[in-house]
């Protein structure tokens, strides 16, 4: 049997060819691997199945050779040109027929398992196979907390939870369990929300400063509604820090369980070593959103500073996800600008007279004017349908002239507990009032970045 040598330039049968000593290989390729081979590659380069011939029909006399597969010497040139020849066992018209039918197919089959070639094919494909097992657009692997129940457990009988909501649980509480429709439309929506304000963040606290020019047009109340979303939808930490200057009154939507104040916490910021000396410090309501109280002195409430501020933000980072800071009138003072320098998104409140909503545009311009155009352009306007004259005002007009500036705008409708202005309970507000909370909740965490260097 003739065997079949491998050169850089060519190969040829023996005695033939300009193979030189040292640059080639010899190796006998049964017919049927061949077939493997040319049915293992794509589409585009696959040929036609290379007929053998079969066992006991080596030779025409027959004879020792027909006891076992028929052999062919295959020549591969692996520069420009392709010739295939075969060996003793196939007759010159066979010879042809062949390289017609095996050409690129065997080369690439041949190339493949050889050389440099190999393992830069195998590189690529296990590269494709782990971006095809990559969610879209996932650039870092996932964490433990993406293995949810919903993501990982068929949905049957006996998996499905019950569903929730009017119609859908009477009709599964009445076929004793046989027919389960799932969540109603209404459940559904108030689960989506509740995923879209859960986003997780890494890289430490996210700051959200609420802040207006006008006094009186409820940023305090908003304050309030907005960490009582996050707090109730958020397995997390939410803080809430009054840093009004001129006698907040945070504290007082709350229960007070404490008489502490950010005056305390910058007094005893040394000897705050965990939570716990910390939670000392603050008030929590009934939906675990902690506030932190201004100072109650006006006298000392102004001693309250860039620095003072600073000092709470670095023990708040600590141990919170979020910090909402519930802001004075007075932009231009110190305390403003550590507030802004930190902050990741805004809120800007406004009421729905004419004098309260130029007030707020006219925040927007101050802070565009002096370099915060990213936060104003990523901020949220909170609209407070409560005040005076809303109801002589066109409100769509003045959303119309926000949302020319800013990113998303939320009205926050008339609640009699709100207009009181004493304790809020988040389970006695209106089903309106709490959804429109909750809005404003997904839509400022929808602006935060999930990364820190995002």
């Known amino acids: 049997m003739v065997p079949e040598k491998r050169t850089d330039t060519g190969i040829s049968s023996t005695g033939g060819g300009d193979a030189q000593p040292g640059d080639e290989y010899n190796s006998e390729l049964p017919p049927h691997t061949i077939d493997n081979l040319a049915a293992a590659l794509p589409a585009g380069l696959a040929a036609a199945p290379l007929a053998t011939t079969a066992i006991g029909s080596g030779s025409p006399a027959g004879g020792s050779d027909a006891a076992r597969p028929a052999t062919h010497t295959v020549e591969i040139n692996t520069g420009p040109g392709i010739r295939v020849a075969a060996g003793d066992r196939a007759t010159r018209n066979d010879r042809a027929d062949r390289g017609e039918r095996l050409g690129a197919a065997a080369a690439g089959a041949v190339q493949s398992l050889s050389g440099p070639a190999q393992a830069a094919q195998a590189d690529a494909a296990t590269q494709s196979r782990r971006e095809r097992l990559r969610p879209d657009g996932a650039v870092l692997p996932e964490s433990a907390s993406m293995l949810t129940s919903e993501r990982l457990l068929a949905v049957n009988r006996r998996t499905q939870p019950p569903p929730h909501g009017g119609w859908n649980a009477f009709v599964y509480a009445v076929t004793l369990h046989l027919v389960n429709l799932g969540d109603s439309a209404k459940v559904r929506a108030h689960k989506d929300m509740d995923a879209l304000i859960r986003k997780e963040f890494d890289g430490g606290t996210r700051f959200v400063p609420i802040l207006t020019r006008k006094g009186g047009v409820g940023k305090t109340t908003v304050t309030a509604l907005l960490g009582m979303a996050l707090a109730d939808a958020r397995e997390d930490r939410i803080i809430a820090v009054d840093a009004n200057p001129d006698r907040g009154t945070l504290s007082e939507r709350v229960s007070k369980q404490t008489r502490s104040t950010v005056r305390d916490v910058v007094t005893k910021a040394a000897s705050i070593g965990g939570f716990t000396d910390f939670s000392s410090l603050v008030s929590r309501d009934a939906t ?167």
């Not at 507990?417 to 006695?428: F, N, P, Y």
């Not at 909740?441 to 935060?448: D, T």
């Open 288 to 454: 675990r959103l902690d506030i932190l109280a201004s100072d109650t002195d006006p006298l000392l409430s102004e001693a309250f500073d860039e620095d003072d501020y600073n000092v709470v933000a670095d023990l708040a980072a600590r141990y919170y996800s979020i910090m909402l800071t519930d802001c004075g009138t007075g932009i231009v003072h110190s305390v403003m600008r550590a507030t802004l320098q930190r902050a990741d998104s805004i809120v800007v409140v406004s009421g729905g007279s004419v004098d309260e909503a130029r007030l707020a545009s006219e925040t927007l311009t101050w802070l565009d004017a002096n370099g915060y155009g990213d936060l104003v352009r990523n901020s949220i306007v909170a609209l407070n349908t409560a005040t005076q004259g809303t109801n002589l005002v066109k409100l769509e007009e003045i959303e119309s002239h926000f949302r020319s500036r800013v990113r998303e705008i939320v009205r926050i409708p008339y609640d009699p507990q709100l207009a009181a202005g004493s304790v809020i309970s988040w389970a006695d507000l209106k089903p309106i009032t709490r959804l429109a909370a909750r809005t404003l909740a997904a839509l400022v965490v929808e602006g935060l970045p999930a990364h820190r260097g995002a």
